[in-house]
């Protein structure tokens, strides 16, 4: 018997399809809605910053074409001119008889707002060690306010025929100027043709892309840190396709003008001095020594590490090598040429450039102390806003001497920068490997931790103190009872922490040993240097000259680009000691005032007590404290690159600083205060710290190596366009 068929639940249930269908619909409509109402303020926010941005280029970088469009040109044709210390010949060519030529304009009587002079230089050479295709020009007048004697009203106007800004020059003189002289500065026989000098001319618009791109990325991170961002209401825990587009431009700006400016300077290929490449071809030769063998001389003397009988038997020898026994070996830790040198010798038969590995060091720092940090607001601070993170990685990419080492690569730099690097890798994987929650692989975190951290004695001995860090992160669950981590637990985080020592151990005390004849021996007193690093006496004074000049020093600056004065390699003695250094352009604490937020992790040391983070921050505090202290008493010298040692320590400690004050004040009215001046402060340490990417040059006192990475020699041309762009007046 057939069960009647219920009238009408077939179409009951095409009627509940249709309504989920609709209902599916309506959703997708909703969300497109969503979607779209999200993203039309974004676009329409973006374009308006490239209207402020394209205003900016015109109103401000350009000011001076629209203030001259109201000017009277007048060419040096309508009055009287003479030529001083130049032949002449045909076509309107000039040849230089001694050091410059002299223009002299006669009879002007003319109120005179600004000169343009059109060179063309005609026998410029393009050498790596000098400025090419450039001159100088000095100006003199004679005007109603010193009608008798000429005075000089410009000097060293640089001018760069190619650079239409640099032809371009404007003059306050006193009254209506009657004469004018034009000196032209290059060296004798040089040729020249002026094909024309106006007074009062009109400067056209000179519209630079490159700088309305950086207006327009600098509008967008203003507009990014405003109050009413996004980046203030979302915190850090959260890892998002918008925050790592973020974070990713940030990168590239950062690394992107690194390398530009690396690669289009050809003098950075101009190793002098590049121990771990010698190394390479000794290990590929299947030694540790070098290939070369020192002179007779210096096997011969009684005490080949003094450094001024060295000098007075005046024999060529390896400066900064270590000697030892009859051999020339290489001080600086191994694992550099093991990573970088070696392979690309051994399978291509090349040698590597320094900036290289410099650069890749430097990009994986960069990333290390972004992802520590990162760990360090997660555990302890985490409620912290994006924005806050966001300016602590412009900080710390700009503040931990990454502009200098990318653009002026060194072996000297390698070494500090891939410590550094294996250090803060090491401090993120120990610091993730902590629980929370259930992890699986926090042991693996553990091993690679203390893997990395072990390295560092490969490279560079005394930053191995920084495994001292251990004991605050893992000497609670070590040495105390703790319900949450049974007996065959701390065993085994024990074990994962020691072995990777072990591991790196062997092979390096297995190096110095068969070098040395000691373990412990990594080199540095058997260094052919300025010194007898053997006999080298503690002095308080190189203390206070290490407080003074990675700390205290004032930073010397100038009216123009690149707006830090270069400092000069100085020695300085005291009444008991003489100490030395050299390119110090300023210290850390005003180069990066945010330190100062050191004070607050002592000021509140009971709340930091109860995060479980004071004994960690005093203890990284301290230990950079002292390496900053040891740097220079084992080598009687403040150098830059000693920074990046304890950058990164004194940096991290003044962060935790900072995300506390962020804690406290979230929510309330003094926020903004705190937030505009966080903003405030770490906008100056990035300009401050970014002109260090366009410093002349650098050279280490002691060294017969001259390194020299001076961009203006290197490539004039792109120098003085980034001159006449940041000098737009």
């Not at 001119?81 to 130049?86: C, D, I, K």
């Not at 000693?642 to 003094?670: C, H, N, R, V």
């Amino acid at each position: 018997m057939m069960r009647a068929k219920p009238e009408g639940r077939g179409k009951q249930v095409g009627t509940d399809k249709e309504m989920s269908k609709n209902h599916e619909i309506n959703k997708d409509h909703k969300r497109d809605k969503e979607i779209s109402d999200r993203i039309k303020p974004a676009v329409r926010n973006l374009l308006f910053l490239l209207c402020v941005s394209a205003l900016v280029e015109i109103c401000v970088f350009n000011f001076r074409s629209i203030q001259s469009l109201f000017y009277e040109e007048h060419s040096w044709e309508e009055y009287t001119v003479e030529y001083a210390g130049v032949n002449r010949y045909d076509d309107g060519v000039i040849s230089i008889q001694d050091d410059y030529a002299v223009i002299a304009i006669q009879d002007i009587g003319l109120d005179v707002k600004n000169i343009r002079l059109d060179l063309e230089l005609l026998d410029s050479i393009d050498l790596f060690y000098l400025e090419s295709g450039l001159c100088y020009a000095h100006i003199d007048v004679l005007d109603e306010g010193s009608s008798e004697f000429m005075y000089r009203l410009i000097a060293d106007w640089p001018v760069l025929p190619e650079n239409l800004t640099s032809q371009y020059l404007w003059i306050q003189p006193m009254g209506k100027v009657q004469g004018l002289n034009v000196d032209v500065y290059m060296l004798a026989g040089h040729l020249f043709r002026i094909n024309g000098i106006t007074l009062n001319a009109k400067k056209p618009l000179d519209f630079s892309v490159v700088r309305f791109l950086a207006v327009w990325l600098v509008c967008l991170l203003c507009y990014g840190l405003r109050r009413q961002s996004g980046w203030w209401k979302e915190d850090c825990k959260q890892v998002t396709i918008g925050k790592k587009a973020v974070l990713g431009v940030v990168f590239l700006v950062f690394y992107g003008i690194s390398f530009y400016l690396m690669i289009l300077n050809p003098t950075v290929r101009n190793d002098a001095y590049n121990p771990y490449q010698e190394l390479a071809w000794a290990l590929d030769a299947g030694q540790v020594s070098l290939l070369e063998q020192p002179p007779q001389e210096l096997v011969d003397m009684e005490n080949p590490y003094d450094y001024i009988a060295r000098g007075v038997s005046n024999f060529e020898y390896k400066f900064d090598f270590a000697y030892y026994d009859g051999a020339y070996y290489v001080y600086h830790g191994i694992l550099p040429c093991l990573l970088f040198y070696l392979p690309v010798y051994h399978l291509t038969g090349l040698n590597m450039p320094n900036s290289i590995p410099v650069f890749f060091c430097c990009l994986l720092f960069g990333i290390g102390l972004v992802c520590l940090m990162r760990q360090v607001i997660i555990r302890y601070f985490p409620k912290t806003p994006f924005a806050i993170l966001v300016l602590i990685t412009l900080a710390g990419l700009f503040g931990c001497q990454l502009p200098f080492f990318i653009t002026q690569p060194i072996s000297y730099h390698l070494t500090v920068i891939c410590a550094a690097m294996l250090i803060v890798w090491g401090l993120y994987f120990w610091l993730s490997s902590l629980k929370m929650g259930e992890r699986s692989n926090s042991l693996g975190r553990l091993f690679g931790g203390s893997f990395c951290m072990a390295l560092v004695a490969a490279v560079r001995p005394t930053l191995l103190i920084y495994s001292l860090l251990a004991f605050p992160l893992f000497g609670r669950i070590w040495f105390t009872r703790r319900e949450d981590y049974e007996k065959k637990d701390k065993i085994r985080m024990v074990a994962c922490f020691a072995i990777p020592y072990v591991i790196v151990a062997m092979p390096v005390m297995y190096y110095n040993y068969i070098r040395f004849g000691s373990v412990f021996e990594f080199g540095f007193q058997y260094n052919l240097t300025n010194m007898d690093a053997r006999n080298i006496p503690f002095s308080l004074e190189k203390i206070t000259a290490a407080i003074y000049g990675f700390l205290v020093k004032l930073p010397e600056v100038r009216y123009s680009f690149p707006y830090l004065l270069q400092p000069e390699a100085w020695l300085e003695s005291t009444n008991h000691a003489m100490f030395s250094g050299d390119t110090l352009f300023g210290s850390l604490f005003f180069f990066n005032s945010f330190l100062l937020a050191i004070v607050v992790v002592f000021a509140k040391r009971k709340e930091f007590c109860q995060k479980k983070l004071f004994m960690f921050s005093a203890m990284l505090l301290g230990l950079g404290i002292f390496l900053m202290i040891l740097d220079v008493e084992m080598t009687g010298c403040v150098i830059y690159r000693y920074q990046a040692d304890f950058t990164f320590a004194l940096f991290m400690t003044a962060w935790m600083g900072i995300l506390w004050l962020q804690e406290t004040y979230a929510g309330k009215p003094s926020h903004d205060i705190f937030r505009r001046i966080l903003i405030v402060v770490v906008f100056i340490s990035v300009i401050m710290n970014a002109m260090l990417w366009f410093v002349p040059e650098y050279m280490y006192i002691y060294s017969p190596y001259y390194y020299s990475f001076s961009l203006p020699k290197g490539n004039t041309q792109l120098y003085y366009d980034l001159y006449y762009g940041f000098n737009f007046w």
